[in-house]
């Protein structure tokens, strides 16, 4: 089965500055690649997907990039504020039929 | 419009003992799936359903069975709880399965002594 590697597990920023996280998969099959971001105690919520046909999306001050070639994508938080601080999972579907998450990283966003 | 429902929020059991979590959604979702969460380990999926009906295995599905009477009830069951079944468990629903947003509930989070 699929197989989705997060790293780091933690990451501590200042104010203002960038924050990037990177998560491979192992399946050259998988289709669909979200990134959610959960609150200390709630549920994970969707902050911003990519599609395998697309190289790069981007949100406001959140853009995603994905290299099938490399079987890896990354989250990019720019001009990070403290409301940013959360825990950020990401994610490989393969097509219909499986969804697998990485382990998590923990942004602290220090003021 | 109350998305995704789960209840109860907190449990705690005693080995050996069996209980279902409810799941509930009003957005007329097909698939609906269970996921749980433990430290360090990020979501693992234990079982889905892509419509009424109809309900398949996830990565960790051993320990719990599910079934789907209607669009908008999932239930999960424990049939015999162990300590290893302590989490915390999401039920979340999709439009188009796995290939789009995944709106969860606000979880349950049980504990086996």
């Known amino acids: 089965g699929e197989n989705v590697e997060q790293h780091p597990s933690t990451l501590s920023v200042q104010e203002g500055d960038s924050a990037v996280i990177k998560c491979t998969y192992s399946?050259?099959?998988?289709?669909?690649f979200p990134w959610y971001k959960q609150e200390l105690g709630k549920r994970p919520q969707l902050i911003i997907d990519?599609?395998?046909?697309?190289g790069e999306k981007k949100d406001q001050r959140i853009a995603v990039t994905l290299n099938k070639t490399a079987k890896h994508f990354s989250l990019h938080i720019t001009e990070t504020q403290p409301e940013d601080s959360a825990v950020y999972f990401c994610?490989?579907?393969?097509?219909?039929?499986?969804?697998?998450f990485g382990a998590g990283t923990r942004l602290t966003v220090k003021p | 419009n109350a998305g995704v429902t789960q209840t109860p929020k907190f449990q705690v059991l005693k080995t050996g003992q069996s209980m279902t979590l409810q799941c509930a959604q009003d957005?007329?979702?097909?698939?609906m799936s269970w996921y749980r969460q433990d430290p360090g380990m990020g979501l693992r999926l234990i079982h889905y359903?892509?419509?009424?009906?109809?309900?398949d295995q996830g990565e960790v599905p051993n320990g719990y069975n599910v079934s789907r009477s209607t669009t908008e009830d999932f239930p999960l069951r424990l049939l015999s709880a162990a300590p290893s079944q302590t989490s915390v468990y999401f039920c979340?629903?999709?439009?188009?399965?796995?290939?789009?947003?995944?709106?969860f509930g606000q979880g349950t989070r049980l504990t086996v002594v």
């Open positions: 990519i599609r395998s046909n697309v």
């Open positions: 979340a629903s999709s439009y188009e399965g796995f290939y789009t947003e995944a709106f």
């Open positions: 359903s892509v419509g009424a009906g109809i309900t």
């Open positions: 399946d050259s099959a998988s289709n669909y």
């Open positions: 994610a490989a579907s393969l097509w219909n039929n499986d969804m697998r």
């Open positions: 957005m007329n979702h097909e698939y």
